[in-house]
């Protein structure tokens, strides 16, 4: 079992940054592949980025691609979203995600152990 918390989300102006931490409890931390998605309301969970076990790949969503980077620490059992030039369409519950094998992906079905969000507003 792993459980997954957020934290780093807030209000922002537009072109403004944040940084997002998971923090995961359990020993596999660092075979697991981690991905962030987010949900704005009224709208289907949205891929936006994925890591793969030991954070030599990534992949990223067209929609983040260049502003936002995913980082992992496997020492502190942390994955990261450092988002920058930040919009008012970013605006969404941004959760992480933890896939129990190795490699990254984009589909959301695959996996398995979920944080219970944490709220980033831009403001235009």
């Known amino acids: 079992q792993v459980q997954l918390v957020e934290s780093g989300g807030g209000l922002v102006q537009a072109g403004g940054s944040l940084r997002l931490s998971c923090a995961a409890s359990?020993?596999?931390?660092?075979?697991?592949?981690m991905g962030w998605f987010r949900q704005a309301p009224g709208k289907e969970r949205q891929f936006v980025a994925a890591?793969?076990?030991?954070?030599?790949?990534?992949y990223y969503a067209d929609s983040v691609k260049g502003r936002f980077t995913i980082s992992r620490d496997n020492y502190k059992n942390t994955v990261y979203l450092q988002m920058n030039s930040l919009k008012p369409e970013d605006t969404a519950v941004y959760y992480c995600?933890?896939?129990?094998?190795?490699?990254?992906?984009?589909?959301?079905?695959?996996?398995?152990?979920w944080g219970q969000g944490t709220q980033v507003t831009v403001s235009s």
């Open positions: 359990g020993r596999t931390f660092s075979s697991y592949a």
């Open positions: 995600a933890a896939r129990t094998t190795p490699y990254e992906t984009g589909n959301y079905a695959l996996y398995t152990y």
């Open positions: 890591i793969n076990w030991s954070g030599s790949r990534t």
